[in-house]
Nanobody
Framework: QLQLVESGGELVQPGGSLRLSCAAS????????IGWFRQAPGKEREGVSC???????EYANSVKGRFTISRDNAKSTAYLQMNSLRPEDTAIYYC?????????????????WGQGTQVTVSS
């Protein structure tokens, strides 16, 4: 049974860094495109970053140059390294995967989702 578990979210000061992890079980992650999404209170969910099965990546303009997505297929884990965090990055962060497309996209529909991890950026 496929399961995605996010971790690494916490309270951090502006300018700080966090690394989120998304551990997948029940699948061979190699075959899945992976996306990171976030939802802030009162706002729509938005795509943050994604990584294709071949390793190509996409980033939202708001995080380019600050966030880095990666995947370790051997560990069945995806990561989101977040640097220079801002208060507007505060949100619940979700990872999602889908096998129906190899090339990821922030506007594509992902079939499987984790439960999310809270990131709060505040002084």
């Amino acid at each position: 049974q496929l399961q995605l578990v996010e971790s690494g979210g916490e309270l951090v000061q502006p300018g700080g860094s966090l690394r989120l992890s998304c551990a997948a079980s029940g699948i061979t992650l190699n075959y899945y495109a992976i996306g990171w999404f976030r939802q802030a209170p009162g706002k729509e969910r938005e795509g943050v970053s994604c990584i294709s099965t071949g390793g190509s990546t996409e980033y939202a303009n708001s995080v380019k140059g600050r966030f880095t997505i990666s995947r370790d297929n051997a560990k069945s884990t995806a990561y989101l390294q977040m640097n220079s965090l801002r208060p507007e990055d505060t949100a619940i962060y979700y990872c999602a995967v889908d096998r129906s497309f190899k090339i990821c996209g922030l506007r594509k529909e992902y079939k499987f989702w984790g439960q999310g991890t809270q990131v709060t950026v505040s002084s």
